[in-house]
Nanobody, 122 residues
Framework: VQLQASGGGLVPAGGSLRLSCTVS????????TGWFRQAPGRERELLAA?????ERTYYPDSMKGRFTISRDSVVYLQMHSLKPEDTAVYYC???????????????????WGQGTQVTVSS
């Protein structure tokens, strides 16, 4: 299973970005997928999660309002009103044990993409 995260870049504060995650390999089943980020010196944190068919989503309380996860054949993370503190490497990951449920624990995820850098300038 391979994941490819893309869509990162340099954006001014207040701007928007849409990240994409493409999953290849494994079976044709859609697995629970999550978006995470990791800033230097900080732990990797969950931003949003979605189940296999896209009908269920989860956002930590601290992330509600500015991030939206969705999927078709690609899993997206739409980000609005970006702030300099959103600067980090953004990762997508899949939990191959879950399809109908979302996966909210970092340690439950089995495969990770290589990450895409998001830099928000002040």
């Amino acid at each position: 299973v391979q994941l490819q995260a893309s869509g990162g870049g340099l954006v001014p504060a207040g701007g928007s970005l849409r990240l994409s995650c493409t999953v290849s390999g494994g079976t044709s089943d859609r697995w629970a997928t999550g978006w995470f980020r990791q800033a230097p010196g900080r732990e990797r944190e969950l931003l949003a999660a979605i189940n296999g068919n896209g009908e269920r989503t989860y956002y930590p309380d601290s992330m509600k309002g500015r991030f939206t996860i969705s999927r078709d054949s690609v899993v997206y993370l739409q980000m609005h009103s970006l702030k300099p503190e959103d600067t980090a490497v953004y990762y997508c990951a899949v939990d191959v044990e879950r399809k109908t449920l979302v996966s909210i624990l970092r340690e439950s995820y089995d495969y990770w993409g290589q990450g895409t850098q998001v830099t928000v300038s002040s």
